[in-house]
């Protein structure tokens, strides 16, 4: 049973550029959550989708869109990119609780360097 | 707004010693979820333990335990007998319950504290 997988493990862009990252979630999962963690900090949420729309958004511009397909992938894409967009990015799917127990899994990220 | 501290930045011990791992929270949410998660070097995120905000019973689970107290927003986290594979970046997280469902919606986490486990 594969985890959540997402793609490219790394990526290099330059100021100004646009980049889309993707997000396989864990089978029987149909939630996906966005975060971008800087280093030394901790995840911060950017946004989560279920049923192919927005459910919640954090504190991010509209420089940061996302989508989801219904085969419950998602794709986070992040235009006009700043210095300070260099981060770790994860995704994490989950599901709908069926039973009080059921929790989000992480996927290895994303790590965008813009320069 | 939610929040949560973990006040221990860095964390350095010997191996088979105990480690806990402090985190205090802050949400206006009566119903909300507490979670443990292990980041190791290659960055993804292990879920460790969870804890929902009506259930304050305190387990033991292998060589990790948590005490989870709401009268002082703490839910603090033990390992027993540390070993070296434990080096890790540690995160405690909070999540709240959407309105009208029991989804755990948006988590917020601290900033994390690095254990380091030396033989």
């Known amino acids: 049973d594969a985890g959540v997988t997402q793609s490219p493990t790394h990526l290099i862009k330059t100021r100004g550029q646009q980049v889309t990252l993707r997000c396989s979630p864990k089978?029987?999962?149909?939630?996906v959550s966005w975060y971008q963690q800087a280093l030394g900090q901790g995840p911060q949420f950017i946004f989560q989708?279920?049923?192919?729309?927005?459910?919640q958004r954090g504190n991010f511009p509209d420089r940061f869109s996302g989508h989801q397909f219904p085969n419950y992938s998602s794709e986070l894409n992040v235009n006009a990119l700043l210095l300070g967009d260099s981060a770790l990015y994860l995704c994490a799917s989950g599901r709908l609780p069926r039973t009080p127990w059921e929790t989000q899994y992480f996927g290895p990220g994303t790590r965008l360097l813009v320069l | 707004a939610q929040k949560v501290t973990q006040a221990q930045t860095e964390i350095s011990v010997v191996e088979k010693e105990d480690v806990t791992l402090d985190c205090v929270y802050e949400t206006r949410d009566t119903t909300y979820y507490l979670f443990w998660y292990k980041q190791p070097p290659s960055g993804e995120l292990v879920f460790l333990i969870r804890?929902?905000?009506?259930?304050?019973q305190n387990e033991i689970s292998g060589r990790y335990s948590w005490n989870f107290q709401k009268s002082t927003s703490s839910f603090n986290f033990t390992i027993t007998a540390s070993q070296v594979v434990d080096s890790a970046v540690y995160f405690c997280?909070?999540?709240?319950?959407?309105?009208?469902?029991?989804?755990?919606?948006?988590?917020?986490f601290g900033d994390g504290t690095t254990l380091t486990v030396k033989p």
């Open positions: 089978s029987g999962h149909d939630t």
């Open positions: 804890r929902n905000s009506f259930d304050e």
């Open positions: 989708y279920y049923e192919e729309e927005e459910r």
């Open positions: 997280a909070l999540s709240e319950a959407l309105e009208g469902d029991t989804n755990a919606g948006k988590s917020t």
